[in-house]
């Protein structure tokens, strides 16, 4: 039953003629983005008004679910609308983002021809880490199965997870990602599949150029480690003695750098609450998600820059050294 005198239609215009908090907290990003995002999945990604909903109240209803993580009888009560048509617009978005990522989830310069400011700007890396062009790092995100289809899905959390490898680049913006992988898959073979196979049609590295990766990675030409067997990781340096010798000196360096990608996974699960409690969807489905959330995070990177607040909780380089937190957890 739908009661209420206030459809969705009205609570979205009156989401966006009111306070920019409340367009913050529903849709996770400011008005301005919100109108900048649905002009550009209709003008070129062809979101449409239908006789029954507009194309502002199937975005509302889109980001509404991806940043607060309601269900579908949740949405029914805020947007008076049936479960049907809550799923059937979810859908039509979602796809029109799947294409969107496309064109958003790809570096803003394709040869890297420029020294990024990040690096260009800091003493600290320049000019040793002139060529560093990103960093590259996996996470898991739960996943929903059938308890038949869950073992391989099942890897060092202990629950069903997808593995999503992703790359960034210093601005906190994906440059490519490669989701859907089984959680006990290993990093290294998920990132093996996606440079060797084209069709994932891979950024790679031009001549001189490289990604900053953890340890964990094969030891190849354009993707440099740290050194093993020495301390790398930040919050070990807070808390033991002070750096020391250059293989020391070199990881403190990297790991601070390549923190830009843990900063970003931040951001990601932060922002989208669906990310922390996935909904039974297909598989597949849940995957396409993971790819929305990133790419409708590099259109708000990208349009707004710095003055997002999920954003700048975690843009500061120095972030991940003043919080003792365990970087690690950033993985789950």
Known sequence: ??????????????ILDGHESRC??????SKMVFTS??????????????K????SEMLGIFLYILGTGAKVSQCRERFQRSGSTISQNFAIVLEKVSRMATDLIA????????????????????????????????THIAAILPPNEQIPYIGRKCIPTQNVMAVCDFNMCFTFVMAGW????HDTRIFLDA?????YKFPHPPNGKYYLVDSGYPKMKGYLRPYRGQRYHLPDFRRGRLVSGKEEIFNHSHSSLR???ERTFCVLKEKWAILRDMPSYSFEKQTMIVVATMTIHNFIRKHVGRNDADFMEYEDINWAYENTIDLENTHG
């Open 107 to 138: 570096p803003e310069d394709p040869f890297f021809s420029s020294i990024p400011e990040q690096i260009r700007n800091d003493s600290r890396y320049m000019p040793h880490f002139k060529d560093c062009i990103g960093a590259i790092d996996g």
């Open 37 to 50: 995002l649905l002009r550009v999945l209709e003008t070129r990604y062809n979101l449409q008004t239908s």
């Open 259 to 261: 923190s830009v990608i």
């Open 182 to 185: 089984e959680g006990s898959a």
């Open 195 to 199: 440079i060797r196979d084209p069709k």
């Open 52 to 55: 029954n909903i507009s194309s």
């Open 24 to 29: 913050m907290i529903n849709f996770r990003m």
């Open 1 to 14: 039953m739908h009661e209420s005198k206030q459809s969705g239609e009205t609570w979205i215009r009156e």
